[in-house]
């Protein structure tokens, strides 16, 4: 695009200093001199350049609508590049967090296996001690019974 701005810029002052250094092939002797006189020459060559000016005039006012617009696109495709930098950075620190995440939760899982192991362990020793203890509470009461049988009942 700022090559084209160039172009159009280079043909408006290549336009302008033609129109400075020529009388645009109008002058004396032109048509219609004969019939209206000088003033009619002159009067054409006026309103013809006036007509060639409005022309460079809306050249100028377009080309400077152009140049507007292209700063316009240059002023949008700038914040798009930096909306999308911002973007890409928080992305980026999104997926490190996620990451984090995911190694926690299987450090957890590692552990809730181990948990699960330790207590499936202490449940077995809990019921060994229980059976134990019932064994050995059933043997002091059949000794219990076996004194007092003897020591009462016997005689």
Do not use: C, P, W
């Not at 292209?70 to 914040?79: C, G, Y």
């Amino acid at each position: 695009m700022s090559t084209t701005m160039r172009i159009y810029r280079r043909d408006l002052g290549k336009l302008q200093r033609d129109m400075k250094s020529t009388d645009l092939g109008l002058g004396f002797g032109a048509r219609g001199e004969s019939k209206y006189g000088a003033y009619t020459a002159e009067n054409e060559h006026s309103t013809q350049l006036q007509s060639q000016r409005a022309l460079i005039l809306q050249g100028t006012e377009s080309l400077s609508r152009a140049t507007q617009s292209i700063e316009r696109s240059h002023r949008i495709a700038a914040e798009t590049d930096q909306i999308g930098t911002d973007i890409i950075e928080e992305l980026g620190e999104q997926r490190e967090q996620l990451d984090r995440t995911r190694d926690r939760l299987i450090h957890t899982g590692e552990n809730l296996s181990r948990s699960r192991r330790i207590l499936r362990s202490m449940s077995r020793r809990l019921m060994t001690n229980k059976l134990l203890l019932s064994v050995i509470i059933i043997m002091e009461l059949a000794i219990l019974g076996a004194v007092v049988y003897l020591k009462f009942f016997r005689k």
